[in-house]
Structures are given as C-alpha cells and as structure tokens.
C-alpha cells in the first residue's frame, strides 16, 4: 500500500510564493517518479511538473520558469516550488505516482492565489 500525503498549500498574493511537500510511505521505491498535478474549479485535472527516477524533470509550459520539482529520497518527499505565483495557478495541487500498474493519488492541498 502507497499513501501520499501533500502539504504547504494556502493563500497568496500575486507574484508570491508557496513550497508544496509530498510525504510518501509504504512499499515504494524512494526514488520511484513522482507527478504534480492540478485541478481548478470547473477544469479537468491537469498535469504540472514529473521528477523521475534519475533527478530528470518536465513541465507544463504554463509553470516553466516558475516552479521547481525537487526530491529528497532519503525522507522520501517530494517537493513543489512555485514563485511569481499568478492567480490562474489556483487549483487544488496532488501529489501522484504509478507504481505496478497502479496510480495513486494524495489528498490534496488547496493553493488560492489573489489577483
């Protein structure tokens, strides 16, 4: 079993800035790849930045520049920096992994940026 658990969400003005934490535990890799994604109101889920296995990174073209996916594995976490936040970043923000044909999912932290 694979629990998520996502944290360091909240409301920020324009052009702040927010760090996202995801704590992953049970029988998963510690370097296993790892996904952020978004969902705002109205909108489909949507994907925002992937670590993998060897540090690589991608990105939506919306968030490049401005976020930044990092890991530390010895504390299996995975980490979401986002600055010059605009208020079309709000959404609520998931931490994801596929791990033996399974895709499993966080709970969700709100970010709310203010116009």
């Known amino acids: 079993q694979v629990q998520l658990v996502e944290s360091g969400g909240g409301l920020v003005q324009a052009g702040g800035s927010l760090r996202l934490s995801c704590a992953a535990s049970?029988?998963?890799?510690?370097?296993?790849?790892m996904d952020w994604y978004r969902q705002a109101p109205g909108k489909l889920r949507e994907f925002v930045a992937f670590i993998g296995s060897d540090a690589s990174t991608n990105y939506v073209d919306s968030v490049k520049g401005r976020f930044t996916i990092s890991r530390d594995s010895a504390k299996n976490m995975v980490y979401l920096q986002m600055n010059s936040l605009k208020p079309e970043d709000t959404a609520i923000y998931y931490c994801t992994t596929y791990y033996r044909a399974y895709r499993y999912w966080g709970q969700g932290t709100q970010v709310t940026v203010s116009s």
């Open positions: 049970g029988s998963i890799p510690s370097t296993n790849g």
